[in-house]
């Protein structure tokens, strides 16, 4: 079920949030877990036992490495991590695997449980932290469970460390300010996707590369959808969050401001840049290490990262390709002060460019973008120039919000007059919400990019 979707945002939304605010107190986490179940049952139940059976298993044993010492602590830990490992590897990487292996072989495709990339990294994070002794095993099957599935973080995250969500399971009360602006957020991320994200995809998917200019065009309009895509559904998942009484960890931070491509992704998908510091890097010894082991370690990174959002070779070499980016930032441009009205573009450059290889498995598509990328003999095309000035407003609006103008305007029309910014601020979600059920019913490109991972 998608948060973007007709059945959610009319039908289950409503009701979850309706009865949740009757249930006595001690029940809460017990129907938001219920309420999760349900949620998740709808993309199949096989996919929704194997996600039980996920939880079960690591819940019983974890209790059980955490009451160990030693070496046959460590050993319950190797087991736990082997065999979660192998879960997301046997339905991420095995039929793509074996196809790409056995080309004249048709073996039956596995469909990825939706969200398993996301849900086991936060199992991982979990028995690693608790063999650590950063924090102890949950002995409440239902807080444990909740931790796992809550609904807003279960399929594309946030991924929340239990630490933070653990202080948060037995005290979620109502909160009125929490709770509006929780709806209000949900609005926003809602008209990102909707709005924003699907017309982008669109056009993207009706054009066929052709020019310099459509290959610029398209490379931005890229950087834009995946942008609105991913942010539009953590500021849902955040507001949602906000509306059950939970504060989950930021995702996003204006990352197309970024003066470099590290800081760019320590700006971009946060919780899952911090996942890979804090259980990969820093464990392979981090930057306190000789310059070769530097490189290697980044290498390392960026290479699981690609993995992480797929097994074909696109997804490899654009984490290779960001990687020695970072590599080079870490080496050679560390101490140069590069002022940022060159940097900011030219980080925005690089990770457009990056792009191409995310959104292309065909290294034909990708070939023909960057090939009329410098193909000065050819600047434009008939109908790049159509699709401009046709959604035109789309592409300024676009550009425009992923900056923080909007926001920096309401805060000053807010701090000359509370009560105007009260008033134009509801009148602007109002009508979002009507533009974004408009676009909800009549768009065909419902699916979120990151369902994929």
């Given at each position: ?141 239902i807080s444990f469970s909740l931790y796992i599935l809550f609904f807003p973080k279960l399929v594309m995250g946030p991924i929340v460390r239990y630490s933070d969500f653990n202080k948060q399971i037995d005290n979620h009360d109502f909160d009125n300010s929490l709770f509006n602006y929780g ?271």
């Amino acid at each position: 079920m998608s948060f973007s979707s007709i059945i959610f945002c009319f039908i289950f939304l409503p009701i979850v949030v309706s009865l949740y605010f009757i249930i006595p107190k001690k029940l809460k986490n017990v129907y938001l877990l219920l309420a999760s179940i349900l949620f998740y049952s709808y993309s199949g139940i096989s996919y929704t036992i194997i996600l039980l059976l996920i939880v079960l298993y690591n819940y019983i044993s974890v209790r059980i490495m955490d009451k160990l010492e030693g070496k046959r602590r460590t050993g319950k830990l190797i087991e736990i991590l082997i065999i979660n490992i192998f879960t997301l590897c046997y339905f991420k990487y095995y039929y793509m695997i074996l196809n790409n292996i056995f080309t004249d072989i048709a073996f039956k495709e596995i469909i990825l449980p939706l969200g398993m990339s996301f849900y086991l990294f936060t199992v991982l994070s979990y028995i690693i932290d608790v063999y650590r002794k950063n924090v102890k095993s949950e002995h409440n099957f239902i807080s444990f469970s909740l931790y796992i599935l809550f609904f807003p973080k279960l399929v594309m995250g946030p991924i929340v460390r239990y630490s933070d969500f653990n202080k948060q399971i037995d005290n979620h009360d109502f909160d009125n300010s929490l709770f509006n602006y929780g709806f209000k957020r949900f609005i926003i991320g809602l008209s990102m996707k909707v709005i924003l994200a699907d017309t982008f995809a669109r056009i993207i998917s009706a054009y066929q590369v052709s020019s310099m200019l459509g290959s610029i065009v398209i490379i931005i309009l890229y950087s834009l959808q995946i942008y609105y895509d991913f942010a539009g559904y953590t500021n849902m998942a955040l507001g949602l969050s906000n509306v059950f009484g939970f504060k989950l960890p930021e995702n996003f931070d204006y990352p197309y401001l970024s003066k470099s491509v590290g800081e760019f992704f320590r700006r971009w998908h946060i919780t899952l840049g911090k996942w890979f510091r804090d259980y990969v890097y820093i464990p392979l010894g981090g930057s306190r290490v000789s310059k070769l082991r530097l490189v290697i370690n980044l290498l390392i990174v960026w290479l699981l990262t690609g993995m992480w959002h797929g097994a074909s070779l696109n997804f490899i070499i654009w984490g290779l390709f960001l990687g020695i980016i970072i590599v080079m930032e870490k080496l050679l441009l560390s101490k140069i002060k590069i002022p940022k009205i060159i940097s900011i573009p030219f980080t925005f450059i690089i990770i457009s460019i990056s792009w191409i290889f995310f959104f292309n498995s065909n290294a034909s598509d990708i070939t023909l973008i960057l090939k009329n990328l410098i193909n000065i003999n050819n600047f434009m095309d008939d109908k790049i120039i159509f699709i401009i000035k046709n959604n035109f407003v789309y592409l300024i609006i676009g550009l425009i919000c992923i900056t923080p103008l909007i926001k920096i305007l309401g805060e000053r029309l807010q701090n000359k007059n509370n009560f105007i910014y009260n008033i134009c601020n509801n009148i602007y979600l109002i009508i979002l919400l009507i533009i974004s059920t408009a676009y909800l019913i009549s768009n065909s490109y419902q699916t979120f990019l990151y369902f994929n991972f």
